[in-house]
């Protein structure tokens, strides 16, 4: 008997805990904690529910095994390799030829660092720079936002940083149920006597923990930020040498926020004044400051200037650039840190280097050896509504659902179907893959090796634990032959010959600033990591960015003056609350995976809205009743939970199970993210059978995917 211990990274979110797969022959019988790893981000080698069942969606008796071709809508034959990867390379060749803006390109923070560069990579050696990802419905306002005050989107410190703050402000993020195991560092400050605040529309798990907790109104976040910063000054309580040295913008921010006092604030939020104004004193007088966040601050169409306003707090206070300080965005993917970098966006090149700068393209089109495209291409939700003008005709969908994780999920439908060409590659079926011509059955990350940048730019290796079924590949395979087959059959980094995931590392360091010292041999021998930015190989890499200059052009840290803007879509008569979307511990997004887990589901079976007690009395509704609730866009069965969790007038829904029916496509104009975390809706009780019946209209989780025989 062959017994082995595999070290591995969680398949799941961006926290990145290691652990280990026990392989038995080469089957998987179980996990193994690595507490035997110095360094790592899950210290002891804790795993949260949904890292102890990553063996059960490995094994699940749907996973694509083969290629398959459509020969209608939802209906599959099986294909062989070869010809899968004829017929996708001909058809990307023949839209590139004619305008290579028709194609569409998605990236996925699902899968490792090699198969986003080169998904990156064979879109704008096709001549386009529509290439995207769900960072797009994520993190992009943190991106956009950090990068105007700070000069770069990323984490600027790292856990070890949020356990040694003395306060720590959690906004928009439900930290202890969306990144359970980093949220022990949050505890560990707190331990040690740091206080904690917490601003959510929710009384969340993370509530629980809060010192100082400050329930606002969805989409109120710049009332709310703007009011602390106001009694933050009034009070003179901030680093006045830190603002004058390292700061451009302050008297700005002054005038802007001049009027936001907290009565002010109060009515807008329905925050009391002098929780207000006791956040603002604990905050600014603590001494070390570390604030996070996630989709709570980022989901508006307001999110850019959410984070800057953030970023603005933090500097004014002078938390940067020293231990126990900084901004601590939590990124949501495993991978999303790392599709970023390896730009998997629409606007540049691996390492944030712009397309549109000349330079920049100038070093690509001698290292990768063709004319490069200059301008920006398009995003997620804008390449939805290009196919609806004819202006993209095929998409290529590397580990991404659109379907369910798109806001206002019908219209992403009817876009779906206007496509001429569609490339699929997943592990499993998905409900986007109903309207695809081919499909490509991927390797899981767990089934296969390679580099992946958790939310503190840490970059670590995973190994590959047990071998795909059937015929699934490795997404850098996959790619790498239809770059070949395209016609980019070449060596050294102006074509697609690689032998290994290592070999298109081994190109990423020599293109990428950040990641030039991050080699495959040092991550393999090194299984807590490195940070990035690591300029070479005998660098150790970088705890926190900025210690002594910010990465703007001029070093200073931009100041953002921003008024106050709500929500797109306010309650009116006809849709008289504000819905919110949001997550559950045991489940992970579109359900791909933890819908397959036995395990996960027994404990998480379905989604429950909540309601405020007040609100429920008036329309008759008790815990477990069905209820629908209707949008502009659509409506969407549910059970209620009646709850004083969520403030009146507040309805809060987990969108894991095709929520997305419902939420605003509206975008934020810099980020171009979605508003799916505020819009107004209307609630009805309805019976068990009407929830039945609408449920079935819903995408379904589980697809309606048919192979029949060639
Ligand atoms: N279990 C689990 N963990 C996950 C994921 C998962 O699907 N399941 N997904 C991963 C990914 S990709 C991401 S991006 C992260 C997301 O992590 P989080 O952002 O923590 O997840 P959410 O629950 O979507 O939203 C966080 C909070 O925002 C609050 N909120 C709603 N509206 C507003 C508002 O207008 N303002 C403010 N300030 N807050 C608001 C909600 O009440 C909610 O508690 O989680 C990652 N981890
Ligand atoms: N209403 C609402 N909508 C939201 C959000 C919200 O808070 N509210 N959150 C948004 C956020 S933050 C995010 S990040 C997005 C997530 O949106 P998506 O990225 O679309 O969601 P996932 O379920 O993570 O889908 C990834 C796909 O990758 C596949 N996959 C997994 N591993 C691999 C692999 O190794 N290779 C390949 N090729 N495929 C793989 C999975 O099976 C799945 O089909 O959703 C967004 N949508
Ligand atoms: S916290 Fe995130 S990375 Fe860690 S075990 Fe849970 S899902 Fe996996
Ligand atoms: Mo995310």
């Known amino acids: 008997m062959a017994e082995e211990l595999i070290p591995v990274v969680c398949p799941y979110c961006g926290v990145g805990c290691r652990l280990y797969i026990r392989v038995v022959d080469g089957y998987p019988v179980g996990i193994e904690y690595a507490t035997d790893i110095p360094g790592i981000s899950n210290e002891k080698g804790k795993l949260c529910p949904k890292g102890n069942a990553v063996i059960e969606y490995l094994l699940a008796k749907d996973r694509l095994k083969k290629p398959l071709k459509a020969k209608e809508q939802g209906k599959f034959v099986e294909i062989s390799w070869s010809e899968a990867i004829k017929e996708v390379a001909e058809r990307l060749k023949t839209y590139a030829k004619d305008d290579p803006n028709q194609l569409m390109f998605f990236g996925s923070a699902r899968t490792f660092n090699e198969p986003n560069y080169l998904i990156q990579k064979l879109a704008r050696m096709l001549g386009t720079n529509n290439v995207d990802h769900c960072a797009r419905l994520c993190h992009a306002p943190t991106v956009s936002g950090l990068k105007q005050v700070f000069g770069a989107g990323a984490m600027t410190n790292t856990y070890k940083d949020i356990e040694e703050a003395d306060v720590i402000f959690i906004i928009g993020h439900n930290y202890a149920e969306t990144h359970p195991v980093g949220f022990r560092y949050v505890l560990k400050a707190k331990e040690r006597g740091a206080k904690v605040i917490v601003a959510d529309p929710r009384f969340t798990r993370t509530a629980w923990f809060a010192d100082i907790f400050l329930q606002h109104y969805p989409g109120t976040d710049i009332a709310l930020i703007n009011g602390l910063i106001h009694v933050i000054i009034k009070e003179k309580l901030y680093d006045a040498k830190f603002v004058r040295e390292r ?89 999303v840190q790392g599709a970023c970098d390896m730009a998997a966006l629409p606007n540049v090149f691996p390492g944030y280097q712009a397309v549109t700068n000349p330079e920049k393209r100038k070093f690509f089109e001698e290292f990768w050896g063709v004319e490069l495209n200059g301008e920006v291409g398009l995003t997620v939700i804008e390449a939805a509504h290009a196919i609806d003008e004819g202006k993209v005709k095929a998409y290529y969908i590397m580990g991404e659902n659109p379907v369910i994780s798109d806001a206002n999920a019908n219209h992403v439908i009817k876009a779906l179907q206007k496509l001429e060409f569609m490339v699929v590659q997943d592990i499993v079926p998905t409900p986007t893959m109903e309207f695809a011509d081919i499909v490509l059955p991927a390797a899981a990350m767990l089934e296969n090796e390679g580099s992946l940048t958790n939310t503190e730019r840490r970059v670590q290796w ?173 409506v969407y069965p549910i059970r209620a939970k009646v709850t004083r969790a969520v403030k009146k007038g507040v309805i809060a829904v987990p969108w894991h199970w095709a929520a997305n029916v419902l939420t605003n496509d509206a975008l934020d104009p810099v980020a171009k993210i979605p508003e799916t975390k505020a819009c107004a809706c209307r609630v009805a009780k309805i019976s068990e059978e009407e929830a039945k019946k609408l449920m079935e209209k819903l995408p379904q989780i589980i697809p309606r995917i048919e192979v029949v025989k060639g």
């Open 247 to 335: 700061c451009v913008g302050f008297d700005e921010v002054v005038k802007a926020v001049e009027k936001f006092t907290p009565e002010y604030v109060e009515k807008i939020t329905g925050v009391p004044a002098d929780l207000i104004v006791e956040a603002a004193r604990t905050f600014a007088t603590a001494g070390k400051g570390v604030i996070t966040w996630a989709m709570g601050l980022t989901q508006h169409t307001h999110g850019h200037d959410n984070v800057r306003l953030l970023g603005t707090l933090s500097a004014i206070c002078g938390y940067q650039g020293k231990e126990g300080c900084g901004c601590a965005p939590m990124r949501g993917q495993n991978n």
């Open 462 to 634: 995973s190994f590959p634990a047990v071998k795909p079924p059937g015929e699934a590949r490795p997404d850098w395979w996959i790619l790498s032959e239809v770059g070949k087959a395209v016609g980019f059959d070449r060596d050294g980094s102006k074509g697609f010959r690689y032998n290994e995931a290592a070999d298109v590392l081994r190109e990423i360091n020599a293109c990428t600033p950040q990641y030039r010292g991050i080699t495959p041999e040092r991550l393999k021998a090194n299984l807590a990591g490195i940070h990035w930015p690591c300029p070479s190989p005998d660098h150790p890499g970088t705890r926190f960015l900025y210690k002594d200059r910010f990465l703007t052009p001029d070093g200073k840290a931009h100041l953002a003056a921003v008024d106050y803007r709500g929500p797109v879509e306010l309650p009116d008569e006809e849709y008289p609350f504000i819905l919110t979307t949001m997550r559950y511990v045991g489940m992970y997004h579109t359900l791909t995976m933890t819908g397959r887990s036995e395990a996960l589901v027994k404990r998480w079976k379905e989604p429950l809205a909540e309601i405020h007690p007040d609100d429920a009395a008036k329309l008759g509704i008790r815990t477990v009743d069905w209820i629908k609730i209707e949008t502009r866009r659509g």
